[in-house]
């Protein structure tokens, strides 16, 4: 009996210990007030990849997005709450509009590349803050799940203002896991296309990939431990945040783009997204592009295939 007890005793104690660090890793990976400490331990940028942020290109795209952004503009709806963006209209009235998605530990700026390119071909662009970052109150990143909603609510507002409005969702990163978990829902047909720029499957998936690549800890039982706690906090799933499946019920023609040498979302990823997509379709691999700088590595192979996607649909 004692040897029972003692048992049932070090079980529990096993158990709150890895429950306990599944909590560490729910905050260290999703608390965006504590996350950019996590980030700085397992991301160790290539000195290219630092060379492409820290270019002209890239730092003449954020000066024009800080001039023209504006102040940010809040809108609520019953299922969100307030969300936030930047909205930039275009220098003559349009009715294209581009919504542009940005990455994980990033904001609504990390998309100025994005929205020079559309604002320069006449579309209004609207640039939200997902959950938990930029000018978001909330203090978790769904990793997309949540951020679909965000984005679905901005969709409406734009529609209701323009009720003739064509619309490209565009997102990088968990940006563009955000952009394909809206393909999947039923869409107003205003939404025309859908580009996914280095897009991840399905959020575990993508955090099992970085924590056996980065750390070497296994990730069973840690990772399903953050999961558990993920949900009992009434945050999301991380299974079931899969742009995969949300792809396989898409009507909204999409285009996948990945950088050849991104460790981080890999780029095997791109096909299978490109497979299971049931809506017409394309991809553009960027030779050489590490993780989130395709439209830095090589912006004319990148907006060739984007504007040309685009082309005859919005």
């Known amino acids: 009996m004692a040897i029972g007890i003692s048992l049932v005793k070090a079980g529990v104690g096993l158990g709150a210990a890895v429950l306990g660090a599944g909590a560490l890793i729910y905050e260290c990976a999703l608390n965006t007030k504590l996350n950019g400490k996590f980030v700085s331990m397992f991301d160790h940028p290539d000195p290219e990849q630092t060379a492409l942020y820290e270019g ?12 023209n952004k504006g102040d940010d503009k809040v809108i609520s709806t019953e ?11 275009a220098e003559t009235e349009s009715h294209k509009w581009a919504v542009l998605v940005h990455g994980y530990n990033s904001a609504p700026q990390g998309t100025a590349m994005f929205a020079v390119h559309y604002h ?35 969709i409406d507002y734009i529609i209701a203002m323009d009720p003739d409005a064509e619309i490209v969702i565009h997102g990088y990163s968990m940006g563009a896991g955000t952009t394909m978990l809206c393909t999947g829902e039923n869409l107003p047909a205003n939404v025309k296309a859908a ?4 897009g991840f499957t399905n959020a575990y998936e993508q955090f099992r990939h970085v924590v056996k690549s980065y750390s070497g800890l296994p990730a069973f039982p840690l990772l399903d431990a953050a999961n558990a ?7 999301f799933n991380f299974k079931k945040c899969s742009p995969i499946d949300a792809v396989k019920r898409s009507v909204t023609p ?15 990823m791109m096909d299978e997204l490109y497979e299971a997509c049931a809506a017409p379709k394309a991809k553009q691999p960027i030779e050489g592009g590490l993780h989130a700088t395709s439209v830095v590595k090589d912006p004319e192979t990148y907006w060739k295939a984007v504007d040309g996607f685009l082309e005859g649909r919005i």
């Not at 002209?56 to 001039?67: K, L, T, V």
């Not at 299922?79 to 209209?89: A, E």
Request: net charge negative; proline share 5%; charged share 20%.
């Open 195 to 198: 580009v996914a720029d280095c």
């Open 120 to 154: 320069a071909k006449g579309f209004n662009c609207l640039c939200p803050s997902l959950r938990g970052w930029g000018c978001d109150e909330t203090r978790y990143c769904t990793m997309a799940y949540h951020d679909k909603d965000v984005v679905l609510a901005w």
């Open 56 to 67: 002209d290109a890239y730092g003449a795209a954020q000066q024009w997005f800080n001039e």
């Open 254 to 268: 999409t285009i996948f783009l990945h950088g050849t040498a991104d460790d981080f979302v890999p780029f095997y």
């Open 229 to 235: 706690v993920s949900i009992l906090r009434g945050n």
């Open 79 to 89: 299922k969100t709450g307030p969300v936030h963006g930047y909205l930039i209209p």
